[in-house]
């Protein structure tokens, strides 16, 4: 059997076993998080924006992952408390897993061999700020930091690929789910 980005094996974050099948048809943006990052304020975003588009066949799915400054470092079930408890995130959330470096899960593996590079309304301002405090930072296609998007079409294809940077509010963003959600 070909593996393909719904057939790689996942977890959900109580420990069910899943896979992206279980979203097939649907718009799905698929978001590396951390709940002590600078960037964690992104989960209010990130649910606003579920909530507006979830009856239109659109998921976010929150993939936890402790790669960067070991800002993820909880549990699974501290994770989804905080979650819930802070954001009030429904979106689905998932198991932690690595999605950067030798130990990068399969779905990070395929998610940027078919995305290599991904786009920021900032450029590289990101990058450069994380460089220039000298923290470690991987090259393209690996993931550059926590709350990197990956937006997958409804036949299951990598079709944008947005930096840590870009605001769940983000018009590019937001006008790129849309237009996908009407196909």
Request: aromatic share 10%; charged share 20%.
């Amino acid at each position: 059997m070909t593996t393909t980005l719904q057939t790689i094996p996942l977890k959900t974050i109580d420990g069910k076993e899943t896979s992206l099948a279980d979203y097939a048809g649907s718009v799905l943006l698929i978001v590396n998080t951390a709940s002590k990052c600078g960037l964690t304020l992104q989960y209010e975003g990130l649910e606003a924006l579920y909530r507006a588009h979830k009856e239109k066949g659109f998921v976010i799915l929150g993939f936890p992952a402790n790669n960067f400054l070991a800002q993820e470092p909880g549990t699974e079930q501290e994770i989804a408390e905080f979650c819930t408890l802070t954001y009030d995130v429904s979106f689905p959330m998932f198991s932690k897993i690595s999605v950067a470096g030798d130990d990068r899960h399969p779905l990070y593996d395929a998610l940027t061999a078919e995305q290599p590079e991904a786009m920021s309304p900032n450029g590289n301002a990101m990058r450069n700020r994380l460089a220039s405090k000298d923290l470690p930072i991987w090259d393209a296609p690996e993931v550059l930091w926590n709350f990197e998007k990956f937006l997958v079409s409804r036949e299951g294809k990598v079709v944008a690929r947005f930096m840590p940077d870009t605001s769940p509010d983000d018009p590019a963003m937001v006008a790129a789910i849309e237009s996908y959600l009407t196909q």
